[in-house]
């Protein structure tokens, strides 16, 4: 199917009409493919040959040969003077931008993880915080309540305690 | 001694701070990259805007040494000159009594000035015959190249730079 679609498109191409067209005369598409160098290879030598006996396919090859020269060999249009000035301004003002873009999304990224890790702690001091003593408590150990390690080695006595306490009542 | 860095070094150093990079670029290919957009684009403005999106593409775009970095810098600013023509299409129905600067001479003017520069040349192909024509003839790329540049199936190259150079043929026979 792909070799029958390939082929009406150069049939709608090749120049049936043309006055000095023979059989083996090279279609307007063959030409285009060889002088873009994209001629299939297995045929390659073939239109070569047909080229050195045929006038009228190399005087057309010559033509379109011409074309691509004349694009070739035609000046460029010159920007004004000042346009590369103008290119390299504002391309460092596109990249300013983008840094300072990048710079105010590390910004908001930094800010979110901060608040979050904030947020965490405090959440996990919470729970984590050891119950209070009762003053009376600490009062009875004799030790200093705001002081934190001492609260805790209270905290520990006072466990121990009540704990001797409650095996004391289980055995009379 | 210091030596002159190449196109890829350049490209790779394109971001660095001075500018020295860019600079550099710019006076080896600014002038071609310009000709290139204002053959494909016919307007002083937009083929200044087309290389000047180019050269922020190359911010995002990495270069991975398949082409040169000429045909590289060419195929960016192809794409971004037929950006810059569908913006235009889409003012054009908005304000319609815009109209485009002549970018050729006429009359005598025109038969005198027998080098016509490139973008008059191809002046009156429709912008797609236009760019096949840029990237065939001007940039040596091959069918599957520019089908793959332009997203179209290679047989539309191949039928748009038949008509490109029957058209110029023409033109040029006139």
């Given at each position: 199917m792909v070799m029958r679609a390939n082929e009406t498109k150069r049939n709608e191409w090749?120049?049936?009409?043309?006055?000095?067209?023979?059989?083996n005369c090279l279609c307007e598409q063959d030409l285009h493919l060889l002088l873009d160098n994209e001629y299939p290879l297995e045929r390659l030598q073939d239109a070569h040959a047909h080229l050195r006996q045929c006038p009228a396919c190399e005087a057309r090859l010559a033509e379109l040969r011409m074309i691509g020269d004349i694009v070739r060999n035609a000046p460029l249009p010159t920007p004004a003077k000042a346009a590369i000035e103008r290119w390299q301004r504002s391309f460092a003002h596109v990249q300013e931008q983008q840094v300072r873009r990048l710079a105010s999304w590390m910004t908001a990224a930094a800010s979110i993880v901060l608040a979050v890790s904030l947020y965490s702690a405090m959440s996990h001091q919470a729970v984590a915080a050891p119950p209070q003593l009762a003053e009376w408590e600490a009062a009875v150990i004799g030790?200093?309540?705001?002081a934190p390690d001492e609260q805790a080695t209270a905290q520990w006595i006072s466990t121990d305690l009540s704990r001797q306490q409650r095996a004391g009542s289980n055995n009379p | 001694m210091d030596t002159e860095p190449t196109d890829e070094q350049l490209l790779a150093d394109i971001?660095?701070?001075?500018g020295r990079s860019l600079r550099r670029l710019l006076d080896r290919h600014g002038r071609y990259l310009y000709g290139i957009a204002r053959t494909l684009t016919r307007n002083d403005a937009e083929a200044e805007d087309a290389v000047q999106e180019t050269l922020v593409a190359l911010l995002s775009a990495e270069f991975?040494?398949?082409?040169s970095a000429k045909t590289f810098l060419v195929s960016i600013l192809i794409r971004q000159a037929a950006l810059i023509r569908r913006k235009r299409k889409w003012w054009l129905r908005i304000v319609p009594t815009y109209d485009e600067p002549p970018s050729r001479g006429t009359g005598h003017e025109q038969t005198v000035d027998?080098?016509?520069?490139l973008a008059a040349l191809l002046d009156r192909l429709s912008p797609e015959h236009r760019e096949v024509i840029v990237m065939r003839e001007?940039?040596?790329?091959t069918y599957d190249e520019i089908a793959e540049a332009l997203d179209v199936p290679r047989g539309t190259v191949e039928s748009r730079l038949h008509r490109a150079r029957q058209q110029l043929q023409q033109l040029w026979k006139q």
């Open positions: 090749c120049d049936e009409s043309h006055p000095t067209r023979t059989v030790i200093d309540s705001s | 971001t660095a701070a001075d991975r040494g398949a082409s027998a080098k016509l520069d001007l940039q040596s790329m």
